[in-house]
């Protein structure tokens, strides 16, 4: 399976909203709501932020959303601030029965 | 509290072996698949594979590692054990360990600190 495509940067002014896209295939995106999203500060290990496309971890905070038409996953974040400024992933499981990633996007808060 | 550690880092030789682990704490080990995840320096995330340590041993793998990745959990440990030969440059990354759930399409967390390996001669 091909890596899924994403945006490789986006930017945004504080309280903003941005959306991220994540596009695949019926063979995994489209397939599935096995969609998550990771957060990855510089120097630190991802952390995961949205799964199963929509759902949130405790603790993260609700201005993340994801949600999936079709082939094309998307992250939403609302009320942008500057903490949100980091590289995001998506990921998901496919067809073979592995998992396969995005190429990321750098969040870059203006 | 699940926790992980995982061992330290490596610097290896092109064409040698690495073996890397991770040791769970804090749930009962053998009710979520482990996932192996790399990232290249600079680079985006890449999925490996994933094995359920129960005792079936079930394991996937990423296509392109097959043949050169063996995956395998020691349960009287707790520890999952990645095993690659065959290394060349391109191998250089911090190799993390996940959390998964119970079965192979259930969502992983990554939670261990990162494993840096060096492939250089």
């Known amino acids: 399976h091909s890596a899924l495509t994403q945006p490789a940067s986006v930017s945004g002014s504080p309280g903003q909203a941005i959306t991220i896209s994540c596009t695949g295939t019926s063979s995994d995106v489209g397939g599935f709501e096995s969609v998550a999203w990771f957060q990855q500060h510089p120097g630190t290990a991802p952390q995961v932020i949205i799964y199963?496309?929509?759902k949130r971890p405790s603790g993260v905070s609700h201005r993340f959303s994801g949600s999936k038409s079709g082939n094309t996953a998307s992250l939403t974040i609302s009320g942008l601030q500057t903490e949100d400024e980091s590289d995001y992933y998506c990921v998901s499981y496919t067809t073979s029965s592995t998992w396969v990633f995005g190429g990321g996007t750098k969040l870059t808060v203006l | 509290e699940v926790q992980v550690v995982q061992s330290g880092p490596e610097v290896k030789r092109p064409g040698a072996t690495m073996k890397i682990s991770c040791k769970f704490s804090g749930y009962t080990f053998t009710d979520y698949f482990i996932h192996w995840v790399r990232q290249a320096p600079g680079k985006g995330l890449q999925w490996m594979g994933q094995?359920?340590?129960?005792?079936?041993?079930?394991?996937v793998f990423e296509e392109r590692f097959q043949g050169r990745l063996t995956l395998n959990a020691d349960m009287s440990e707790d520890t999952v054990y990645m095993e690659m030969t065959s290394l060349t440059p391109e191998d250089t990354a911090t190799y993390y360990c996940?959390?998964?759930?119970?079965?192979?399409?259930?969502?992983?967390?990554?939670r261990g600190q990162g494993t840096m390996v060096t492939v250089s001669s």
């Open positions: 094995i359920d340590p129960d005792e079936d041993r079930e394991v």
């Open positions: 199963d496309v929509s």
């Open positions: 996940a959390v998964g759930g119970a079965t192979l399409m259930d969502p992983f967390e990554i």
